[in-house]
């Protein structure tokens, strides 16, 4: 069965810092990964995604994500934290056998402070 | 257009009436997706259409009634839901071929209250 992790109920930051969101992934054969962002009271809004090739994959608004098969992790990353990055982020997996489902993690919130 | 809408924002209904919630895209997406959110929880799958046909129902009690009148759009049909029922509803919707590697795209929701 397919699952995915993501270990930090809430990271906190500074403005300008780096940040990073940890996930951690479960699936049998080759993985689908992505990175959902939630603001509050909206829908998700995609931002990222790894499918094959490069193993660092660059999204929207600065973000970007590493696929690391030995470890099972796709965490994303950003170099320097806007406090408007603020939301909940999810990390999701699917895989060619799972057709349309994808599977979510339970999220993370990132909170940066000014 | 690179939209997915839905109507009502907020709908607030009680344990006996019908309601139907409304989801629309243009983005030429074969794929439309019924989830339920809870608060500061992830989005659990309900029902998936694909080239209009329902593929995937994960189960989902018979007072939540999908249906899926053309590409373009997708409603959700609720019948006497209980308090329980009480999230914010999101439609979704994703291109066609493979489905396991393409990008949903989300609608704003609809937050539901069930009194």
């Known amino acids: 069965a397919q699952s995915v992790a993501q270990p930090e109920d809430q990271v906190n930051v500074a403005e300008g810092n780096p940040l990073t969101v940890k996930c951690t992934y479960s699936?049998?054969?080759?993985?689908?990964l992505f990175w959902y962002v939630q603001y509050p009271n909206r829908g998700l809004q995609f931002l990222l995604k790894?499918?094959?090739?490069?193993?660092l994959v660059k999204g929207s608004y600065g973000f970007e994500a590493e696929f690391n098969k030995s470890q099972t992790s796709f965490h994303l990353k950003k170099p320097s934290a806007l406090v408007s990055d603020s939301a909940l982020y999810f990390c999701a997996v699917s895989h060619l056998e799972g057709g349309f489902k994808t599977i979510f993690g339970a999220g993370t919130r990132l909170f940066v402070k000014a | 257009d690179t939209e997915v809408t839905q109507t009502p924002k907020h709908l607030v209904m009680g344990m006996t009436n019908k309601k139907s919630l409304k989801c629309e895209q243009h983005?030429?997406?074969?794929?439309m997706y019924w989830y339920k959110q809870k608060a500061k929880k992830p989005p659990e799958l309900m029902f998936v259409y694909s080239y209009e046909k329902l593929s995937i129902n994960e189960s989902v009690p018979s007072r939540f009634s999908p249906e899926c009148p053309n590409s373009s759009l997708l409603n959700l049909h609720l019948h006497a839901l209980q308090p329980e029922d009480s999230a914010l509803y999101l439609c979704?919707?994703?291109?066609?071929?493979?489905?396991?590697?393409?990008?949903?795209?989300f609608g704003p929701g609809t937050r539901l209250t069930v009194l």
């Open positions: 979704a919707s994703s291109q066609a071929g493979p489905p396991s590697y393409n990008e949903q795209f």
């Open positions: 790894y499918i094959t090739g490069d193993n």
């Open positions: 983005m030429g997406h074969r794929a």
């Open positions: 699936v049998s054969g080759n993985p689908y």
